[in-house]
């Protein structure tokens, strides 16, 4: 009776110990795993920038959702391959009517969470219910979390989806493909911020804190073989702590080194290897039309004060930025070449339009005048991707042209809270164009109804909604061109240049790929050295 009722006791606590529908996932509630890792077992340490303190909660922040698949953790119906093409994911394929408003997705089978529980539609449609009722990623306007509204149905037994908008939608797999549109089994997670349950090849065993980082260990439902035991997600604020980090072991691979100088010896070094690949981010700065750079002559001045080809050029930012001066990367195929400037760098130019339209230093401390006050313009920007390099540079070219800045520099949240509050005349970041495959929600940045920085141009709002309701891929090309040339035109945006993303590992490591969509990082095609 004995040896039965210990064989019960132990039975009840492996019961107990299970979570969700399979028992064998893991959360941050999960105990540690003693600090001695297992002999023989595959390990990856992984430094990286932290964003939204590290949640992983896909409606928390935009950026959350990107932790979330960027992790390991989260997929989506579709993902795009590195032509932003998309591609199949978690969904096996899909119908669409002729008016572009009703899809039909049809998911793969077998597929599990990490906590054991199969996906299933009824999972998706759980996944959807929870983000229309929390509102969009990191909008500040929370009214729906599709483009259009839209209804979902959940046929379990035909293992479909089904998704019907009120207005034909041109892209809606591309917008199913966003990090933030992941599926996760939100019905069995307790812990949203730091604790989600995903399809993922990893799966978090614990939060190591704000600042710190997460342990993550292989998802053992997974339904590929997984190439690493364990990940060790290391928080590193800056390039020059990912590289020495690096350089010193800590580390077997990290994102975004952009220290020039750093990139060029581990290219230089056999120890490591470098990949960097042509993106889809354009770095930029918001200016701020409820305030002095509502003065478009002010704007048009500081468009052609700013040499861009010579701060791409230099030696902090060589390489990794391409230099242009429209809203969307040059590499798309949406009519860059064509596209017209009237405000190349010409800082004389510059001087005589502010004198002329009586922007003028009248105490010569320096310091042009507007409305009788010294034109200072708060300069918000983060230690991220060069950002902050980019807007010293542009600070230093502006006081030339008599145009006073003041630098703001702080956190990605704090760069983020500035911008929704409206806090700031610059305000520089750097954003995926493309980040459905197709640049409406980027385009949406400057529409009336969308902007965070004021700016309202009725041609614009017209062509933006025009291209809500275009299906034909040829016609809405025509429209972002059109778009482009606006904003161009109204000197409303401030442009850095188009970014190249990088992943740098040590030869433990092979096959990391940065892709052009940066929305995956850990993935099983990163293994371990032979």
């Not at 892209?171 to 933030?180: D, I, K, M, R």
């Not at 989600?196 to 292989?218: C, L």
């Not at 050029?313 to 040059?330: C, E, Q, W």
């Not at 542009?394 to 500035?418: M, R, V």
Request: glycine share 8%.
């Amino acid at each position: 009776m004995k040896k039965n009722l210990s064989v019960f006791l132990a039975a009840v606590m492996l019961m107990t110990s299970m979570t969700g529908c399979g028992g064998s996932g893991s959360n941050s509630d999960s105990s540690a795993k003693s600090e001695q890792t297992a002999e023989g077992e595959k390990v990856l340490n992984f430094g990286c920038q932290m964003y939204d303190d590290g949640s992983v909660n896909t409606v928390s922040g935009e950026s959350s959702g990107w932790n979330c698949m960027r992790y390991g953790i989260s997929e989506c119906l579709f993902k795009f391959n590195d032509s932003m093409e998309v591609e199949p994911w978690l969904a096996e394929s899909y119908t669409v009517n002729d008016e572009h408003t009703e899809w039909v997705i049809t998911l793969k089978k077998d597929i599990t969470f990490s906590d054991g529980c199969l996906l299933t539609p009824s999972k998706v449609k759980a996944t959807f219910d929870y983000l229309k009722e929390m509102g969009p990623s990191g909008s500040a306007k929370p009214e729906k979390y599709l483009e259009f509204e839209a209804t979902v149905t959940a046929d379990d037994d035909a293992n479909t989806i089904t998704i019907v908008t009120s207005k034909p939608y041109a892209n809606l797999p591309g917008q199913l493909a966003h990090p933030t549109m992941a599926i996760l089994d939100i019905e069995d997670m307790k812990d949203f911020d730091n604790g989600a349950i995903g399809t993922g090849p990893y799966m978090i065993e614990q939060f190591n804190g704000v600042g710190v980082g997460y342990d993550m260990v292989k998802n053992p439902n997974y339904r590929e073989e997984v190439p690493y035991d364990e990940v060790k997600i290391l928080f590193m604020g800056d390039a020059s702590a990912k590289t020495m980090a690096l350089q010193s072991g800590q580390v077997d691979l990290v994102e975004n080194i952009t220290n020039v100088a750093d990139i060029q010896k581990f290219q230089e070094d056999p120890n490591f290897t470098v990949d960097i690949a042509t993106g889809v981010r354009t770095g930029f700065s918001w200016m701020n039309f409820d305030g002095v750079l509502a003065n478009k002559t002010l704007r048009q001045a500081i468009l052609m004060g700013i040499d861009y080809d010579a701060i791409c050029n230099s030696n902090t930012i060589g390489g990794l930025y391409t230099p242009g001066f429209a809203v969307l990367p040059s590499n798309l195929s949406y009519g860059y070449e064509k596209l017209e400037n009237p405000y190349s760098y010409d800082p004389e130019k510059a001087k005589k339009i502010l004198d002329d339209a009586g922007i003028v230093d009248t105490d010569g401390d320096g310091i042009r005048e507007l409305d009788g006050e010294n034109i200072n313009l708060r300069y918000v920007s983060y230690e991220n991707r060069l950002l902050n390099d980019f807007s010293d540079a542009h600070i230093q070219y502006l006081t030339e042209i008599g145009i006073g800045c003041t630098a703001d520099y702080g956190s990605s949240d704090d760069q983020w809270s500035k911008l929704a509050a409206g806090e700031y005349d610059f305000n520089n970041n750097n954003w995926t164009t493309v980040g459905t495959g197709d640049p409406l929600a980027f385009m949406a940045n400057w529409a009336t109804e969308s902007t965070y920085c004021s700016y309202s141009n009725p041609e614009y709002d017209a062509l933006y909604n025009e291209l809500k309701g275009e299906m034909d891929p040829d016609k809405r090309a025509d429209l972002v061109f059109q778009m482009q040339q606006i904003l161009v035109d109204d000197a409303a945006v401030l442009i850095d240049g188009y970014y190249n993303s990088s992943m740098i590992y040590s030869k433990n490591v092979a096959n990391a790929h940065i892709h052009t969509a940066d929305y995956y990082w850990l993935s099983t095609e990163i293994t371990p050295a032979t």
